[in-house]
């Protein structure tokens, strides 16, 4: 595991760290007993301890970083709660809460719900099946939506109820990337000040992810966006979580940490192997709470 907390080389574009708030779930229930991904093999060992491990060297991170974190506590039986981006979508204080499609799952839903009502969210309850921030992300003032594989088309017309705001509906057609998350990273979700001007929102994307119609989108609305090999995205590299400037990925995406080097970001390499047997990585453990 490395830590690169160390200023970014002078770059043709200055970019700017802003604290975030995050929802995070100690992985003590941990272990791979379904098969609800192509990354999941239950005859595969796995080992708690590791994992949790792991999480906790993602928790300092962000600590480290001058993030507030969140705990959601862990349920016995639910071993996935440690991916708490599926758990909601929140944005300006709303929690649009998560239908999974699978039964294992399906507890989880409740139980998040639970917990942002009690630290005072106002919740949207779900009509239609989504997987919360897996398959939603805010770019800027819009919605970038995932379907295909979990979350349902109405769920973005239920989404964009809820917020008020545009949705781009996009369509996943490789199965090892079945959340929007796995396939998309934000890496300036929101507007800021950058070189006197306005930050641009902007992404990192894995194009064979996508439908032919969706890339034509993504190439449309985000001219200037990283574009990530095959390599990098089969180890989880676009799973990752960025506050600007510094961005966690998969110390195996070094194609995509010198891609983030290059327009001045600051790449911090975070080794969760042990919850990627789940089919999580850094994003997949990290809910953004937006007040």
């Known amino acids: 595991m490395t830590h690169n907390i160390a200023p970014a080389a002078e770059s043709a574009t200055t970019r700017t760290a802003h604290r975030r708030r995050y929802l995070m779930c100690r992985p003590e229930h941990f272990t791979v007993s379904y098969t609800i991904n192509p990354w999941m093999e239950p005859a595969n060992p796995t080992d708690t301890a590791k994992a949790v491990r792991q999480w906790e060297a993602l928790y300092d991170a962000y600590l480290g970083f001058g993030h507030e974190v969140h705990l959601i506590d862990p349920i016995e039986g639910l071993p996935d709660m440690v991916y708490t981006a599926n758990g909601g979508f929140v944005i300006d204080g709303t929690a649009y809460g998560a239908k999974f499609r699978f039964a294992e799952r399906g507890p989880e839903g409740p139980a998040f719900m639970d917990w942002f009502r009690d630290n005072g969210f106002t919740v949207a ?125 998969s110390p195996r995406a070094v194609g995509f940490e010198a891609q983030l080097r290059e327009r001045g970001y600051n790449p911090v390499m975070i080794d969760l192997s042990e919850l990627l047997l789940g089919g999580g990585g850094i994003k997949c453990c990290t809910l953004e709470l937006r007040r």
């Open 125 to 249: 309850d779900p009509v239609e099946v989504n997987e919360g921030e897996g398959d939603f992300l805010l770019v800027g003032d819009v919605i970038l939506a995932g379907t295909g594989f979990r979350s349902t088309g109405d769920s973005h017309r239920e989404v964009g109820e809820v917020f008020g705001k545009e949705v781009v509906s996009l369509t996943l057609v490789d199965p090892r990337f079945y959340h929007l998350d796995t396939a998309i990273a934000v890496l300036d979700p929101v507007q800021g000040v950058e070189n006197g001007g306005p930050e641009k929102a902007n992404i990192a994307y894995l194009p064979h992810a996508f439908d032919e119609r969706s890339r034509s989108i993504l190439a449309e609305r985000f001219p200037d966006a990283i574009l990530v090999s095959d390599d990098d995205g089969a180890v989880f590299g676009l799973n990752s979580s960025s506050d600007g400037y510094n961005v966690i990925i």
